[in-house]
């Protein structure tokens, strides 16, 4: 089943190659959509593909790359709407 995920990332994600850490696990797990910056620090994703690879991608993200400090995750499911072609920085 293909699915959708909102999602913001708190902590210390900027600046330390987080965009490019999404970029490259989403293209691993074949995933659709977008990561980019936030003015207020934190970073916002929209994933999309089959469920067991968002859940995938997503605890991924948690982690984050070596330099990175994930202190929160917020995660708002929905159904693909397919508006992605590929996954991408913005």
């Known amino acids: ?15 330390v190659g ?9 293209h ?6 977008l990561v980019r910056n936030l003015s207020d620090g934190n970073v916002e994703v929209f994933a ?3 469920k067991s690879a968002v859940e995938a991608f997503i605890s991924e993200l948690r ?6 400090h994930v202190s929160d995750l917020e995660v708002a499911w ?9 996954f991408f920085i913005e």
């Open 28 to 33: 691993q797990f074949g995933l659709n959509g």
């Open 63 to 68: 982690i984050g790359p070596r330099a990175a």
């Open 48 to 50: 999309e593909g089959e």
């Open 1 to 15: 089943m293909e699915v959708s995920a909102h999602i913001v990332v708190s902590g210390l994600v900027q600046g």
């Open 78 to 86: 929905g159904a693909a709407d397919h508006r992605y072609n590929g």
């Open 18 to 26: 987080y965009r490019y850490f999404a970029l490259n696990r989403a």
